[in-house]
Structures are given as structure tokens and as C-alpha cells.
């Protein structure tokens, strides 16, 4: 099986590229942002901090996560109900990097990503991709662009869904994400050693994606 890691802060572009990838090489994609996301979904809805460890670690076991990829879209399901709708707004984006930063939570969800990976040719995007969850993936991109140009995507992509949050608010909350998500002790967000670096700020999707195919050709 071949798998392709690419990670990097929120809203680099990670997900785009991998998606028109994945449907371009018949690989399949695999977000394991959604995964932290559906986790601290679970947690919201049972009123629960996901600042709070404690509280939240007694019920990890009960938390029913399944994976299904549905007609080329990844469908994230919490206790069987598909919960792709829910899991896009503000509040669950912040409480997704709250519970990545513990370890037991990301055990949990880094068992599901590498059994996926050794039964499918995947790309799969995320934080601690080629650093943890695949150290021996084929291709490992980082992919980054400034964060001015990061939080006017997500503003941009938020409007799309009908979330209205303002730039500022969007931009604010990013970098103290990427704080976070690079700051934890276990797993956290940083570049492979044998990743390629690239900066996508004024490149355009279809660019990257022959770039990346040029290196595709190399393995
Ligand atoms: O990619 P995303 O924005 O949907 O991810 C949401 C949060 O989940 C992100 O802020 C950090 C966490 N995450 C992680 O820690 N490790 C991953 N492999 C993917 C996401």
C-alpha cells in the first residue's frame, strides 16, 4: 500500500489538495482533522470541557467513531449518527485542538487512521501525519502559507457554508490553534525530517498539485 502524509497548520489547504490528489491517483482520502473534530463533538453535546481531561478520559471508551468513505466523501459517524454537518463550526474547531492535545484521545484515533492505511492506498492530511502516524509513508508534504492568507481561505470557505464569522475572529483563532497544535507534548504539529516544504501563499491548487505530482513521478 502506498500512503502520502501531508500536514500543516489550519487552513494551509491541506484538504483541497488532497481531495482533488486522492480522486486524481484513485487514492483514498483520509481527513483526520474531522476524526478530533467528531471526538470533541461528542464532548460538546455532553456539555463536557474539552479543556478538561479528566472529566473527559472516563468516557473515551464510550465514544463510537466510525469511518466511511460514501460515494468519495469521507463521512465521519459519532454513536451511528453522521455527524459531517456538525462538525465545521468555530466552537468545534477549537475544541478539536483541545482534545488532540491528549495523548489517550490521540491513541484512540491514530489506531483508526493506520489500520485505514494499511488496507487502502491513501493520502491522508493532519498534523502529526508523517511525524507519528506514518513515519514510513512514501511522500511526506508540509504544507504552509502565511497566516493572513491561511484565515482569508477559511473565511472565505466558512461564507460558502453559511458560517459568517468575521476575518479578524477567524485569524485570531487560527494562530491560537496552530499555538496549541504545535506546543503539545505528544504528537504535536511539526515537519518531517524527510518532509518537503511548501509554501503554497501564491500558488494556485492546480499548481501545487502538479508540483506534487512531479514528485509523485521520483518514488
Ligand atoms: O485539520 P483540522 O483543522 O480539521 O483539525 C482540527 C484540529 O484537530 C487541529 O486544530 C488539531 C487537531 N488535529 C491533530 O492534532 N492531529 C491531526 N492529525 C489532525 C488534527
Redesign the pocket.
Known amino acids: 500500500m502506498i500512503s502520502i502524509a501531508i500536514d500543516g497548520p ?1 487552513g494551509a489547504g ?1 484538504s483541497t489538495l488532497a481531495k482533488a490528489l486522492a480522486s486524481q491517483l484513485g487514492y483514498i482520502y483520509i ?4 476524526m ?2 467528531t471526538v470533541a463533538l461528542w464532548y460538546i453535546r455532553h456539555g463536557i470541557d474539552t479543556k478538561d481531561k479528566d472529566a473527559m478520559l472516563p468516557h473515551l471508551d464510550n465514544i463510537a467513531i466510525d469511518v466511511k468513505n460514501i460515494d468519495g466523501v469521507q463521512h465521519m459517524f459519532m454513536d451511528g449518527e453522521d455527524v459531517n454537518g456538525f462538525i465545521r463550526t468555530p466552537e468545534v ?1 477549537m475544541g ?2 483541545n482534545v ?1 492535545v491528549v495523548p489517550e484521545i490521540r491513541l484512540k484515533l491514530v489506531e483508526i487512521q493506520r489500520q485505514l492505511a494499511s488496507r487502502n492506498n491513501v493520502i491522508m ?5 508523517g511525524t507519528y ?1 506514518l513515519p514510513n509513508a512514501e511522500l511526506k508534504i508540509f504544507l504552509s502559507a502565511t497566516p493572513e492568507a491561511r484565515a482569508k481561505r477559511r473565511f472565505l470557505e466558512n461564507e460558502t457554508k453559511g458560517i459568517f464569522t468575521p476575518y479578524e475572529e477567524v485569524l485570531t483563532d487560527m494562530i491560537a ?1 496552530d499555538k496549541q ?1 504545535s506546543e503539545r507534548s505528544f504528537a504535536p504539529l511539526k515537519a518531517a525530517d524527510d518532509a518537503v516544504m511548501l509554501d503554497n501563499t501564491t500558488m494556485s491548487v492546480e499548481d501545487t498539485i502538479v508540483f506534487i505530482k512531479g514528485l509523485l513521478e521520483k518514488i
Open positions: 489550519a491541506k481527513d483526520t482533522g474531522a478530533y473534530r474547531s478539536a485542538s488532540a492530511d493532519g498534523r502529526d501525519i502516524v490553534r497544535d
